[in-house]
C-alpha cells in the first residue's frame, strides 16, 4: 500500500466544514483512498472512500486531486460527535486489509 | 445486524497465564485481521487472515498465534502474556478479494492488561 502522510491534529469550530487533508503522492493507478475514523477507543468505523473522481455519501465528501497525489475529506457541518481520530489509506492492488498510520485528530468545539 | 464480536471486553491477567481473545463475525467474510493500538502508535496490524487455513504475519506478530479453522471465527491467542501486551486489542472482518471496495467491520475491542 503507498504511504500516506496526514498532520497530527486539527480543530474546528462546530457547524463549519472540517477539511481534512492527506498526501499519498506514491499511490498506485489500482489503488483506492479510504478514510476510516475512531471516536475515543472505538473500533474504527469506515466513512468513505474514492479511486479518481470525487465522492460522497450521507457522511463526507471525498476530493482527489486529478493527479491523484492527495486528498482531502470533507465534513461538511462538524458537531462535537466528529471530534475522532481520522486515518487516510491507500489501499488496493492485491492488498485488501486496511493497515493504519498514525490519523489526524480532530476536535470540534463549541 | 451485521457485527463482529470480541470477548471478552476487559481481561486483567498475570503474566504467563495463557489466554484467547475469541472474535466472530456473522457475515461470511473472507478475510479478518487482528489489531493492537497503544498510546502514541496508533493502530498496529498483528495477524490477518484471507480465509480459512490460511493466515499471515502483520506488522507486530511477536508474541501472539491465531488461528481461522472456520470462517466466522478468528481468535487471538497470547501463550505466555507479558506486560508489553498490555493494549486494546481490534478484531476486523470484510468480504473479501471480490469484494475490496467495500468497507471493514470492527469489533468494541478488548481491553488487556497483563500484570
Known amino acids: 500500500d503507498a504511504k500516506t502522510t496526514q498532520p497530527p491534529s486539527m480543530d474546528c469550530a462546530e457547524g463549519r466544514a472540517a477539511n481534512l487533508p492527506c498526501n499519498h503522492s506514491t499511490i498506485s493507478g489500482n489503488e483506492y483512498v479510504y478514510w476510516y475514523r475512531q471516536i475515543h477507543s472505538q473500533g474504527p468505523q469506515y466513512i468513505i472512500h474514492g479511486l479518481k473522481n470525487n465522492e460522497t455519501n450521507e457522511m463526507a465528501s471525498l476530493i482527489i486531486t486529478e493527479d491523484r497525489k492527495s486528498s482531502t475529506l470533507i465534513l461538511p457541518h462538524a458537531t462535537l460527535r466528529d471530534t475522532a481520530v481520522y486515518y487516510c489509506?491507500?489501499?488496493?492492488?492485491?492488498?485488501?486489509?486496511?493497515?493504519f498510520g498514525r490519523g489526524t485528530s480532530l476536535i470540534v468545539h463549541p | 445486524e451485521a457485527q463482529v464480536t470480541q470477548n471478552p471486553r476487559y481481561l486483567i491477567t498475570v503474566t504467563g497465564k495463557k489466554l484467547t481473545v475469541t472474535c466472530s463475525q456473522n457475515?461470511?467474510?473472507?478475510?479478518m485481521s487482528w489489531y493492537r493500538q497503544d498510546p502514541g502508535l496508533g493502530l498496529r496490524q498483528i495477524y490477518y487472515s484471507m480465509n480459512v487455513e490460511v493466515t499471515d504475519k502483520g506488522d507486530v506478530p511477536e508474541g501472539y498465534k491465531v488461528s481461522r479453522k472456520e470462517k466466522r471465527n478468528f481468535p487471538l491467542i497470547l501463550e505466555s502474556p507479558s506486560p508489553n501486551q498490555t493494549s486494546l486489542y481490534f478484531c476486523a472482518s470484510l468480504p473479501g478479494r471480490g469484494d475490496y471496495l467495500t468497507e471493514a467491520f470492527f469489533g468494541q475491542g478488548t481491553r488487556l492488561t497483563v500484570v
Open positions: 457475515m461470511n467474510h473472507e478475510y
Open positions: 489509506i491507500a489501499m488496493g492492488g492485491g492488498s485488501y486489509i486496511p493497515t
